[in-house]
């Protein structure tokens, strides 16, 4: 049976059954993809918490029918999607939030590149975080998860619930429109 089958990560042999190695595992990954929905840290933290609080509570329902990996980010994004949602935080949500890009020196931090190098990958990750925060709802959400979290297009259809013809749909759209208002040349 393969690992995507038996709910087990093709890169680990952790299981459902071994919740807290789950957790390890999986908690940054969950909450990079809230922070980069939400670009609120607090929610994000609350979030992620409640994924995997929901994750815990189902584990004896997890069917197996999909990788962990995937079922755990099919309920983050039911999550993030029910947050927005919410109208009582409706004001918050208006209020300026910190930019996902402030700490961006864990990444962008290479000896060999100079300060204007850096200082312009900065301008231009922004630029798409900016372009990326425009985006309708599901074209947002398919974009994060191909590009922030780097999942297959059958893993975004499984995490989102959407057709895999759905899911390539948005991301045209979604890159199109990052594109453009990049002013990048298609």
Same mark, same amino acid.
């Given at each position: 049976?393969?690992?995507?089958?038996?709910?087990?990560?093709?890169?680990?042999?952790?299981?459902?059954?071994?919740?807290?190695?789950?957790?390890?595992?999986?908690?940054?990954?969950?909450?990079?993809?809230?922070?980069?929905?939400?670009?609120?840290?607090?929610?994000?933290?609350?979030?992620?918490?409640?994924?995997?609080?929901?994750?815990?509570?189902?584990?004896?329902?997890?069917?197996?029918?999909?990788?962990?990996?995937?079922?755990?980010?099919?309920?983050?994004?039911?999550?993030?999607?029910?947050?927005?949602?919410?109208?009582?935080?409706?004001?918050?949500?208006?209020?300026?939030?910190?930019?996902?890009?402030?700490?961006?020196?864990?990444?962008? %931090?290479? *000896?060999? #590149?100079?300060?204007? @190098?850096?200082? /312009?990958?900065?301008? +231009?990750?922004?630029?798409?975080?900016?372009? !990326?925060? %425009?985006? *309708?709802? #599901?074209?947002?959400? @398919?974009?994060? /998860?191909?590009?922030? +979290?780097?999942?297959?297009?059958?893993?975004? !259809?499984?995490?989102?619930?959407?057709?895999?013809?759905? @899911?390539?749909?948005?991301?045209?759209?979604?890159?199109?429109?990052?594109?453009?208002?990049?002013?990048?040349?298609?």
């Amino acid at each position: 049976m393969s690992p995507l089958m038996t709910g087990i990560s093709e890169n680990t042999a952790v299981g459902i059954e071994d919740f807290d190695a789950v957790l390890r595992l999986y908690r940054l990954k969950i909450f990079r993809f809230i922070l980069a929905s939400l670009r609120d840290t607090d929610a994000a933290e609350t979030l992620t918490q409640d994924c995997f609080f929901k994750a815990y509570q189902a584990r004896e329902r997890f069917r197996r029918e999909c990788s962990l990996d995937t079922w755990l980010m099919q309920i983050a994004v039911n999550l993030v999607r029910d947050y927005g949602r919410n109208r009582r935080l409706q004001f918050w949500k208006r209020r300026i939030a910190p930019h996902p890009t402030d700490n961006m020196q864990d990444w962008l %931090s290479d *000896p060999q #590149r100079s300060p204007e @190098v850096k200082a /312009l990958l900065k301008q +231009e990750v922004a630029a798409v975080w900016d372009a !990326a925060r %425009s985006l *309708p709802e #599901r074209q947002r959400t @398919v974009f994060l /998860l191909r590009f922030v +979290e780097d999942m297959e297009l059958q893993e975004i !259809a499984a995490a989102t619930g959407l057709k895999v013809g759905t @899911v390539k749909a948005h991301l045209f759209r979604a890159l199109h429109a990052v594109r453009e208002r990049m002013g990048v040349s298609q």
